[in-house]
């Protein structure tokens, strides 16, 4: 069937005449010989053929076959010689083996010793070649057309051989399904293999994706973060520029509303006053003094220093800045606080806010007793000021003055500020912020 379909496909004209010898050859063995007959004829006219000793030495011995199949053992002859005169010439084994073959077999009835001669000749062709199964063809030929001791030789020959050729068999059989076992346990281990493989594949795509969301919540978080540090920056920035404008606007305030009221009645007072007097000279140097102490208290509070590691020089610089002939000021516990682990805007607000309160008490108080105290707790800073000052009216006080700026810087840091205070009863404040 497939030799007769690959005649109708295009291809080279030596494949087609190869797929007709092939049927021909189908013919012989289905005992078809005069169909078989007409195909191998046909063959040797064509050049392919003629050009091909192997092929024509084949075709010329199968139709010599065919003759002799169809009684026609003249032509059959013919052919015979003609085949083996061919495959002398190239002294090919195999092919001198199927010649010798078939000359036994036409011989076998007519002629039977020289049918033997053949068959000999034959069975040493492919014994020389190891064919097993053409040497027991002629094994079978031999000991049908001998007898006696020759009989006994080749049938021990020829059991031997089945024997070999059994044991082989069985060996490559066996060998076969041992390769069917490894083949097939090598199929399994490689679908084991193919299906560890497919999991870790997913695995790694899983470990992707779970990758790709890593890096998208890391990029995610930067720009949040870098959007928040730009946002705080630049708040910052505006903090920082309000809290300039509010430092100018007060020391602006302080300029109009002490140092240059200060300075213009100190003016008037030189204008109409007798300076060669020595009570007027003394009050005129007062006068600058004060107007001297004014301008320092003004330029320390805008010193962007006071917080570095010299706090303390600059704490008690000020502080002592307010100790006058008319003030005694003591300074009780500032070397015992451990400033350099306070934050900044907190030792800032300690600052302003007992300037304040010294700046409230030289102006309004008449002090002459001022004790500032420091204390540590384990988790407070504590800070006690008094004055032995006229004193306040809590109920009439008005908060638009200094204390009201003093209660919201504590309240600020979180801290916790109390002030008590009476007329003629002096001036006390107390407040407190965490470390």
Same mark, same amino acid.
């Not at 034959?122 to 031999?142: A, G, W």
């Not at 102490?293 to 006071?306: A, F, Y």
């Not at 919201?408 to 916790?416: F, V």
């Given at each position: 069937?497939?030799?007769?379909?690959?005649?109708?496909?295009?291809?080279?004209?030596?494949?087609?005449?190869?797929?007709?010898?092939?049927?021909?050859?189908?013919?012989?063995?289905?005992?078809?010989?005069?169909?078989?007959?007409?195909?191998?004829?046909?063959?040797?006219?064509?050049?392919?053929?003629?050009?091909?000793?192997?092929?024509?030495?084949?075709?010329?011995?199968?139709?010599?076959?065919?003759?002799?199949?169809?009684?026609?053992?003249?032509?059959?002859?013919?052919?015979?010689?003609?085949?083996?005169?061919?495959?002398?010439?190239?002294?090919?084994?195999?092919?001198?083996?199927?010649?010798?073959?078939?000359?036994?077999?036409?011989?076998?009835?007519?002629?039977?010793?020289?049918?033997?001669?053949?068959?000999?000749?034959?069975?040493?062709?492919?014994?020389?070649?190891?064919?097993?199964?053409?040497?027991?063809?002629?094994?079978?030929?031999?000991?049908?057309?001998?007898?006696?001791?020759?009989?006994?030789?080749?049938?021990?020959?020829?059991?031997?051989?089945?024997?070999?050729?059994?044991?082989?068999?069985?060996?490559?059989?066996?060998?076969?399904?041992?390769?069917?076992?490894?083949?097939?346990?090598?199929?399994?281990?490689?679908?084991?293999?193919?299906?560890?493989?497919?999991?870790?594949?997913?695995?790694?795509?899983?470990?992707?994706?779970?990758?790709?969301?890593?890096?998208?919540?890391?990029?995610?978080?930067?720009?949040?973060?870098?959007?928040?540090?730009?946002?705080?920056?630049?708040?910052?920035?505006?903090?920082?520029?309000?809290?300039?404008?509010?430092?100018?606007?007060?020391?602006?305030?302080?300029?109009?509303?002490?140092?240059?009221?200060?300075?213009?009645?100190?003016?008037?007072?030189?204008?109409?006053?007798?300076?060669?007097?020595?009570?007027?000279?003394?009050?005129?140097?007062?006068?600058?003094?004060?107007?001297?102490?004014?301008?320092?208290?003004? !330029?320390?509070?805008?010193?962007?220093?006071?917080?570095?590691?010299?706090?303390?020089?600059?704490?008690?610089?000020?502080?002592?800045?307010?100790?006058? !002939?008319?003030?005694?000021?003591?300074?009780?516990?500032?070397?015992?606080?451990?400033?350099?682990?306070?934050?900044?805007?907190?030792?800032?607000?300690?600052?302003?806010?007992?300037?304040?309160?010294?700046?409230?008490?030289?102006?309004?108080?008449?002090?002459?007793?001022?004790?500032?105290?420091?204390?540590?707790?384990?988790?407070?800073?504590?800070?006690?000021?008094?004055?032995?000052?006229?004193?306040?009216?809590?109920?009439?006080?008005?908060?638009?003055?200094?204390?009201?700026?003093?209660?919201?810087?504590?309240?600020?840091?979180?801290?916790?500020?109390?002030?008590?205070?009476?007329?003629?009863?002096?001036?006390?404040?107390?407040?407190?912020?965490?470390?």
């Amino acid at each position: 069937m497939y030799n007769q379909k690959a005649l109708k496909v295009a291809t080279e004209e030596w494949r087609k005449l190869a797929a007709k010898n092939n049927i021909a050859v189908i013919f012989m063995e289905e005992g078809k010989y005069k169909e078989s007959l007409q195909i191998f004829l046909s063959l040797i006219t064509k050049k392919e053929v003629v050009n091909d000793y192997l092929f024509q030495g084949k075709a010329l011995d199968n139709i010599g076959f065919c003759y002799f199949k169809t009684n026609n053992p003249t032509r059959a002859l013919e052919y015979f010689n003609k085949s083996l005169q061919l495959r002398t010439t190239r002294n090919k084994p195999f092919d001198l083996g199927k010649s010798y073959m078939h000359f036994a077999k036409f011989y076998e009835k007519s002629n039977p010793s020289l049918a033997k001669k053949y068959m000999l000749f034959s069975y040493e062709k492919f014994t020389c070649i190891n064919n097993v199964d053409e040497r027991l063809s002629l094994l079978k030929l031999i000991i049908t057309n001998s007898s006696n001791k020759e009989l006994k030789k080749y049938a021990i020959i020829y059991v031997n051989l089945t024997d070999s050729v059994f044991e082989i068999r069985q060996k490559a059989k066996n060998q076969f399904a041992r390769i069917k076992y490894d083949s097939k346990k090598e199929k399994d281990e490689n679908l084991k293999l193919k299906t560890h493989k497919v999991e870790n594949e997913l695995q790694l795509e899983r470990q992707k994706n779970r990758n790709i969301i890593s890096y998208i919540i890391i990029v995610l978080s930067i720009s949040l973060i870098i959007v928040l540090y730009f946002y705080l920056t630049s708040r910052g920035n505006r903090e920082k520029i309000e809290a300039t404008y509010k430092s100018e606007t007060r020391i602006a305030k302080k300029l109009h509303d002490e140092l240059a009221n200060d300075i213009y009645h100190t003016m008037v007072f030189a204008e109409s006053k007798n300076l060669s007097l020595p009570e007027n000279k003394e009050q005129l140097l007062n006068n600058l003094d004060i107007i001297y102490s004014r301008t320092r208290d003004i !330029s320390t509070e805008n010193n962007l220093n006071i917080t570095s590691e010299k706090y303390t020089f600059y704490l008690e610089e000020m502080i002592s800045g307010f100790n006058t !002939s008319n003030i005694n000021l003591v300074l009780n516990g500032i070397e015992a606080i451990p400033w350099n682990e306070i934050e900044k805007n907190k030792k800032v607000t300690v600052y302003r806010v007992l300037q304040e309160l010294l700046v409230n008490m030289k102006k309004y108080s008449n002090a002459t007793l001022v004790g500032i105290t420091f204390k540590k707790t384990d988790n407070d800073i504590i800070v006690i000021y008094t004055d032995n000052g006229k004193g306040i009216d809590l109920n009439t006080i008005n908060f638009k003055n200094g204390l009201h700026n003093v209660e919201n810087r504590i309240i600020a840091i979180k801290g916790i500020i109390d002030i008590d205070s009476a007329p003629d009863k002096g001036f006390k404040v107390f407040f407190k912020f965490p470390i």
